[in-house]
C-alpha cells in the first residue's frame, strides 16, 4: 500500500468522521427541542418514542466517531512509519552508491580506477570482437612530473593530476573512458573507433590539450606550469 492511496484514505475517512460527528450533533440538537417541547405540553407516547429512538442513534453515531477517530490515527501513525522507512531507505541506497563510487575511482581526480577501467576494458573487448569493432588503450605519462612535486610541493602535483584529468574528460567522448592508473599515469579507451587512423588525431588532440598553459595556486601563490606528456597506443584486434 503506497503512502499516497494512505494518505487518499486518510483524507475520505476524515471525511466521513466530520460527517457522522456534524449529524450526532444535529439528533442531539433536534433530541433537545423535543424534550424541551414535551416539558412544556402533554407528552406524547409516538414523540417519546422517537426521541429514544434518536437518543440510541445518537450514540451509535457518537460510537462509530470514536472507532472512526481511532482508525485515522493509526493511519497517520503508519503514514508516519512508512515515510520514514522510505527516508531511511533512500539513505541507504544513496550510502550505498557513496561506498560503491568511492571503490571505483580516484579519490584524487574522480576518475575512474584500475577496477572499473579493466572491468569496461574487458567489455569493451567482448563488443569489439562482437561486432568487429576497433578499439584503442592510450597509455597516458606526465613528463618529469617528478621534479614538479620537488619543486613546488605535492600540492602543486595533486593540483596539476586535477587539471589534467579535467582536460582529459574534456576530450572524451560519452563511450570512452579515461582513468587514472596510479601516480602521474593515465589510461584512455577509446570505442568504437571508425578507423585505426582517427586513433593518432585522437593522441594528437589530447596532447594539445595537456600541454596548454596551465595555472595552480599553491597556498597564496599562482604557479605558471608547463606540462608535457607522453601517449604509448595498442590497437585491438592489431595489437591483441
Same mark, same amino acid.
Given at each position: 500500500m503506497s503512502d499516497k492511496?494512505?494518505?487518499q484514505v486518510l483524507g475520505r475517512s476524515?471525511?466521513?468522521? +466530520?460527517?457522522?460527528?456534524?449529524?450526532a450533533e444535529e439528533l442531539s440538537s433536534i433530541n433537545a427541542g423535543i424534550k424541551h417541547e414535551l416539558a412544556t405540553s402533554d407528552p406524547l407516547a409516538g414523540v417519546k418514542n422517537a426521541v429514544e429512538?434518536? +437518543?440510541a442513534v445518537i450514540r451509535k453515531l457518537q460510537n462509530a466517531a470514536e472507532r472512526l477517530a481511532a482508525v485515522n490515527q493509526a493511519l497517520l501513525i503508519e503514514i508516519r512509519d512508512r515515510t520514514m522507512l522510505d527516508h531511511q531507505f533512500a539513505a541507504a541506497v544513496e550510502q550505498e552508491e557513496g561506498s560503491r563510487n568511492a571503490a571505483l575511482h580516484d579519490p584524487l581526480t574522480g576518475l575512474p580506477n584500475r577496477v572499473l577501467f579493466k572491468d569496461r576494458l574487458e567489455h569493451g573487448i567482448a563488443q569489439a570482437k562482437r561486432h568487429r569493432w576497433i578499439l584503442a588503450v592510450m597509455f597516458v605519462d606526465l613528463d618529469s612530473f617528478k621534479s614538479i612535486n620537488d619543486t613546488h610541493g605535492h600540492q602543486a602535483g595533486d593540483a596539476v593530476l586535477q587539471v589534467v584529468a579535467m582536460r582529459l574528460e574534456h576530450n572524451t567522448r560519452n563511450e570512452d573512458t579515461v582513468?587514472?592508473?596510479?601516480?602521474?599515469?593515465?589510461?584512455?579507451?577509446?570505442t568504437?573507433?571508425?578507423?585505426?587512423?582517427?586513433?593518432a588525431m585522437i593522441a594528437a588532440k589530447i596532447l594539445k590539450a595537456i600541454q596548454a598553459p596551465c595555472e595552480v595556486r599553491v597556498g597564496d601563490v599562482i604557479v605558471n606550469l608547463s606540462i608535457q606528456a607522453s601517449i604509448g597506443i595498442s590497437i585491438f584486434p592489431t595489437d591483441g
Open positions: 492511496y494512505l494518505a476524515e471525511h466521513i468522521h +466530520e460527517l457522522i460527528k456534524q449529524s429512538k434518536n +437518543e582513468s587514472r592508473y596510479g601516480g602521474d599515469e593515465f589510461l584512455y579507451l577509446l568504437p573507433l571508425p578507423e585505426q587512423k582517427d586513433v
